[in-house]
C-alpha cells in the first residue's frame, strides 16, 4: 500500500508533525465495483498518483481499508478527497465508531473529473472528516461507500494532517510550498491570490471593531427620518452586507462570521426556503439553523436580515385549494397576494420562524440582532410573469372574482362598469372580470387599465399591510420591508409597485451589472462554451454590441416617501474583466445618494474559492475583486467618507395619476440578473422622461408619491454633467466620474483615489496623494482608517487591485464582440500584477511608516515610505501610520 510520511524538515509549513497520504487505490483490502464506463473514462491527470477507487453497484456498498504507520503521536485532521455528489460516505479508524463523511464541510477544490467535461456523478473534492487523535505505530481505517444512488462513491486519496494543513488538489505539502512561484511563472504579469488560512491573530488590517460587541447591543435597528438608526441611542447606521452565508455549521460558521466582520460587513441577509417546494410542508431543521446563523453573526456584531419566500423555491404539485392547477414544474407567481388558504400557510411557515424559541430561549422576533423580514422575494402584480401562462385557471378565477368585487363596490354594478370601460375581456362573466396583459396595460392605458392597476395595486398592498400589522401582533420587533421587485415597465408601473411597499419599514430593490452571458444554464452557471461581453460601467458600456451608451445602473438608488433605502441583492456579474470596478462604485455612489444598506450577492463560500459548488457561479463574491476590495469600501460607505449629494431632484406624484398610469419621470431602468430575464417588447420601461439619466450621478434624488402632485424640483445640473467632454461631477465635489476614459475619482478628505481605466488617466492629483498607474482596469484608493483626514491622518489604508481570473481560464473570440469560454479555469484566483506608483503629499510623508499586507491583512514586511510608494505586484493592502 502507498503512504507517504511527509515529515517537518520536508515542508516547515507543516513543522509541528507529519503529514500522511494515502492513495485511494492502495487499499490492502477492498470490495470495490468500477461503474460499467465512468471510471475509466476520468482526467487522469487531475487524480492523485494518476488514479482512484469507485464504487457503483445496487448489489452492495463499497468498502476499502487501509493499514498506515503514525511516526509520531498526536492529533491529527482527516482529509478526504472523494466524490461530493449524491454520496455517502462513512469511515472507522482501528475499528471504532464508524464516522459519517459530511462532504460539504470545508470543503475545497470540487473539480469536474469527467474527461467529456459532462456534470454527472464524475466530480472529486476535499472536505475535512474529523479529527483524531493518534498513537505512535500501526493503525487502521477502513472507508464505506453507501449512497442511496447505486452505493456510489470514489476516494481519490485522504490525509493524516496538523490542523495548519490545508489541502490543494492533488499538490502534496511541499508542492503547495512551491505553488506560488510556480503559478507565477506560469501565468506571465499575473500573481496567485493565496491568502491561505486566516488567523486573525495579529492582522494590521481588521475592521472588527467598527461593529457593536454584539449586535442588538444598541436597541436594535429603527428608523428615523429616511435612516436606519440604533434604537436605545439614535445613531444612523448604514448596512455593508452580504447574501449568506453558505450552509456552514459550528466552527466553520463562526470562522465565516469573523471573517465578514474583519473586512467591514455588518449584515448578512438569510435568504432561503424553509418549506417542501412541492407541499410547502415547514422543514423545522432549516429554521433551527437560521437560529444558528443568526447567534453566530450576532456575536461578531453583524446583524441578520431573514428572507424565506421566493416564488421560485416552490413547485407545486397539482391538489386542492392553493395547488389546483399546478403541475409540479411551474411556480406560484402572484398566488400569495389573494389565495386566502396559501396565505394561511405562509403565515404558519413565519410564526414558526418568530415565534419558537433557539436553543438561548430567544425568538428570533424578540431579538435584537434580527434586523428585518423581508415579505416577499422578486414578486408582483405588475411584472411579465403576471398573466394565465402562470396563473392556473381555477387560480387566476379567483383573483378575477375579487376584481369583480371591487369593481362592483366603485361602479354599483358590473353592468356599469364595463360600460365605462368601453372594453370586454374573455374571462368577463357575471362574477368574474378578466386582466388584459401587461403591455396592452401601460401602452394603451384605457379607462379599465388604469381600474386593473388600482385594484392590482390597493391588492398588493393590502397584502403586505396586513401581514405586517399581522407580524406586530405576533411580537416581531424588528423592521419589515415589503418586496424588491421590478415591473413590465417601470415608468408607468414602477410609481405603484413603490407605492405598494410604504406600509413596510423601508424600500428595497434588487440590481445587476450583467456581462451578457449566454449558454445552457447561463443564468446560474459558468460553463465551457459560454460567452459573454467584457464591460465597464465606468464607460457606461451597454450589454449589448450596437446600443446606445447605458446610464442605469444596479448602484442608482431614489429616495421613496422619506424610508429608507436597501440593495439587498446586487452585483457585477463574472467573468468580466471589470468586475473590479463594483465595491468602489458602490461604496462612493451609494454614500453620495444616501443609500443605507448594499448587500451584496453572494457569499457560496467563506474560502477563496473560483468554483465552491458543484457548478462555477456567475456571483460568486469571494473573490479578490469583490471581497478584497471590502475594508476600504465599506469604510467609505459605512462611515461617510464620502458626503451624501444635495438633492438634485424631487419628485412629487399624486395617487390619481399613479394609478391613472401618467408614470414618473424618475423612474431608474431594471437591472435584472439572468435568472430573472425575459424578453420584452422593444417599448418597456424606455428609462427616464424628460430628466436627465446622468441625474443619479451627481446627488440624491427623492420620489414621494400619494400626495399632492407638484411640479418636480430639479437642481441646475449644467455644471455638473458635461455630455460633450463625458464628465458627471457630484455636486459635493467628492466623486467624479469621465465615463469617456472610464475613471472614477474620489477627493474626500478621507477617501482619494481611482478607479477604471487609470492608464489613460496618466497623472492623477489629488489633495493629499498622487497615483501614476499603466493598468487599463485598476483600483487604487487611499482612507483614513482613523475618520480624520488624509492630511493628518494617523493610520491610513492604501488598498490596490486589478482583474481577477481563474487559473487556467481561457477564452476565444465569439461572435459580435464577445469571448467563448474554453476553459472554466480552477484554483487559485489570479490577479494581474499591480503596478504604479503612489507618492502622498503631506509634509511628513518620508518620515510615514509603510508596511506592506497580503490578503488577510497580516503584516508581509516594510514598504518604504508614503513620500514614494512602488506597488509590489502581489500586495493588495497598505497600512501607513505616523510615528
Not at 435597528?221 to 450552509?247: A, H, L, M
Request: net charge negative; proline share 6%.
Amino acid at each position: 500500500m502507498r503512504f507517504l510520511f511527509l515529515a517537518l524538515l520536508a515542508c516547515p509549513l507543516y513543522a509541528e508533525q507529519p503529514v500522511i497520504w494515502i492513495e485511494g487505490e492502495s487499499a490492502a483490502e477492498s470490495k470495490m465495483a468500477k461503474h460499467p464506463w465512468y471510471h475509466g473514462t476520468v482526467k487522469k491527470e487531475e487524480l492523485s498518483g494518476g488514479d482512484f477507487i469507485s464504487n457503483f453497484s445496487k448489489d452492495y456498498p463499497g468498502t476499502a481499508r487501509y493499514d498506515f504507520e503514525v511516526p509520531e503521536a498526536g492529533s491529527y485532521e482527516l482529509w478526504v478527497r472523494s466524490n461530493p455528489v449524491q454520496s455517502h460516505v462513512s469511515y472507522q479508524i482501528d475499528g471504532g465508531a464508524s464516522q459519517v463523511i459530511d462532504m460539504d464541510k470545508r470543503q475545497t477544490g470540487n473539480v469536474n473529473i469527467a474527461d467529456d467535461g459532462k456534470p454527472d456523478l464524475r466530480f472529486l473534492a476535499w472536505a475535512h472528516a474529523g479529527t483524531a487523535k493518534l498513537a505512535k505505530g500501526k493503525h487502521r481505517i477502513a472507508f464505506k461507500f453507501d449512497s442511496p444512488n447505486e452505493n456510489h462513491g470514489s476516494l481519490d486519496c485522504f490525509v493524516l494532517a496538523p490542523a495548519s494543513f490545508e489541502p490543494v488538489g492533488i499538490l502534496k505539502p511541499k508542492e503547495i510550498a512551491a505553488r506560488k512561484d510556480k503559478l507565477a511563472a506560469e501565468n506571465k504579469g499575473w500573481v496567485p491570490w493565496l491568502p491561505g488560512k486566516d488567523r486573525f491573530e495579529g492582522a494590521l488590517l481588521d475592521l472588527r471593531s467598527l461593529n457593536e460587541k454584539t449586535a442588538g447591543e444598541k436597541g436594535g435597528i429603527g428608523v428615523k427620518g429616511g435612516e436606519f438608526i440604533y434604537r436605545s441611542t439614535g445613531e444612523p447606521v448604514r448596512f455593508w452586507g452580504v447574501n449568506g452565508p453558505p450552509d456552514l455549521h459550528g466552527e466553520e460558521l463562526a470562522e465565516c462570521a469573523r471573517m465578514l466582520a474583519k473586512r467591514g460587513v455588518n449584515l448578512v441577509r438569510l435568504h432561503g426556503a424553509v418549506f417542501d417546494e412541492k407541499t410547502g410542508e415547514l422543514k423545522p431543521e432549516k429554521i433551527a439553523h437560521i437560529h444558528e446563523v443568526v447567534a453566530a453573526m450576532k456575536k461578531e456584531g453583524i446583524y441578520s436580515h431573514l428572507s424565506v419566500y421566493f416564488p421560485l423555491w416552490l413547485r407545486p404539485d397539482n391538489g386542492p385549494g392553493w395547488r389546483e392547477g399546478y403541475n409540479g414544474d411551474s411556480h406560484p407567481f402572484a398566488l400569495l397576494y389573494f389565495e386566502p388558504e396559501f396565505q394561511k400557510l405562509y403565515r404558519n411557515w413565519l410564526e414558526a420562524l418568530l415565534t419558537k424559541p433557539g436553543p438561548d430561549g430567544t425568538t428570533l422576533a424578540n431579538e435584537a440582532a434580527v434586523m428585518g423580514v423581508e415579505l416577499v422575494n422578486e414578486d408582483s402584480f405588475f411584472f411579465w410573469t403576471f398573466d394565465d401562462k402562470n396563473i392556473p385557471a381555477p387560480q387566476l378565477e379567483k383573483l378575477e372574482k375579487q376584481f369583480a368585487t371591487w369593481a362592483t363596490k366603485k361602479y354599483g354594478s358590473l353592468f356599469k362598469a364595463l360600460d365605462v370601460w368601453k372594453y370586454a375581456h374573455a374571462h368577463d362573466a357575471e362574477d368574474r372580470l378578466g386582466f388584459r396583459p401587461l403591455y396592452q396595460m401601460f401602452t394603451e392605458k384605457s379607462a379599465r387599465d388604469q381600474d386593473t392597476a388600482a385594484f392590482l395595486m390597493e391588492t398588493q398592498r393590502g397584502f403586505y399591510e396586513d401581514t405586517i400589522a399581522w407580524l406586530r401582533e405576533k411580537g416581531f420587533k424588528g423592521l419589515v420591508t415589503a418586496s424588491n421587485w421590478t415591473t413590465a415597465n417601470n415608468d408607468i408601473f414602477g410609481p405603484l409597485e413603490k407605492y405598494s411597499y410604504t406600509p413596510g419599514d423601508f424600500i428595497d430593490r434588487h440590481g445587476y451589472f450583467s456581462c451578457d452571458q449566454q449558454g445552457d444554464n447561463a443564468a446560474w452557471s459558468i460553463r465551457d462554451g459560454h460567452t459573454y461581453r467584457d464591460r465597464s460601467a465606468l464607460r457606461f458600456e451597454p450589454e449589448e454590441a450596437g446600443k446606445p451608451l447605458d446610464f442605469s445602473h444596479p448602484a442608482v438608488d431614489p429616495e421613496f416617501n422619506g424610508k429608507p433605502s436597501m440593495i439587498s441583492e446586487t452585483t457585477w456579474n463574472r467573468p468580466n474583466r471589470y468586475r473590479g470596478e463594483a465595491p468602489l462604485f458602490y461604496a462612493a455612489y451609494g454614500a453620495l445618494q444616501g443609500s443605507d444598506a448594499v448587500v451584496h450577492f453572494a457569499l457560496d463560500s467563506k474560502d477563496w474559492s473560483v468554483k465552491p459548488g458543484y457548478f462555477m457561479q456567475p456571483w460568486t463574491l469571494m473573490a479578490p475583486t469583490q471581497a478584497g476590495q471590502f475594508p476600504a469600501a465599506a469604510l467609505i460607505f459605512r462611515k461617510g467618507l464620502v458626503r451624501e449629494g444635495k438633492v438634485v431632484a424631487d419628485v412629487s406624484l399624486s395617487m390619481e395619476d399613479a394609478v391613472g398610469l401618467k408614470g414618473s419621470p424618475l423612474a431608474p431602468k431594471a437591472n435584472l440578473d439572468e435568472l430573472r430575464k425575459v424578453k420584452a417588447p422593444a417599448t418597456a420601461d424606455a428609462g427616464e422622461k424628460g430628466i436627465d439619466p446622468l441625474i443619479y450621478y451627481t446627488g440624491r434624488t427623492s420620489v414621494q408619491i400619494g400626495g399632492v402632485a407638484k411640479p418636480a424640483k430639479l437642481a441646475d445640473l449644467s455644471k455638473l454633467i458635461d455630455r460633450d467632454a463625458k464628465k458627471v461631477t457630484a455636486s459635493n465635489g467628492e466623486v467624479a466620474l469621465d465615463y469617456g476614459k472610464g475613471v472614477l475619482s474620489l477627493c474626500a478628505p478621507a477617501a482619494q483615489g481611482a478607479a477604471g481605466n487609470l492608464k489613460a488617466a496618466g497623472i492623477i492629483a489629488f489633495p493629499d496623494l498622487e497615483i501614476t498607474c499603466p493598468m487599463d482596469a485598476a483600483e487604487i484608493v487611499a482612507v483614513a482608517l482613523d475618520g480624520k483626514p488624509l492630511s493628518r491622518s494617523g493610520k491610513i489604508l492604501l488598498q490596490v487591485m486589478s482583474e481577477e481570473k481563474a487559473t487556467n481560464f481561457a477564452t476565444e473570440d465569439g461572435p459580435h464582440g464577445t469571448r467563448r469560454i474554453t476553459n472554466i479555469g480552477s484554483d487559485p484566483w489570479l490577479v494581474k500584477k499591480f503596478e504604479g506608483t503612489v507618492k502622498f503629499k503631506r509634509g511628513d510623508a518620508a518620515k510615514l511608516k509603510v508596511t506592506a499586507l497580503d490578503g488577510n491583512g497580516m503584516a508581509s514586511g516594510e514598504a518604504g515610505s508614503a513620500a514614494a510608494i512602488t506597488l509590489r505586484g502581489d500586495v493588495p493592502y497598505y497600512l501607513i501610520e505616523g510615528s
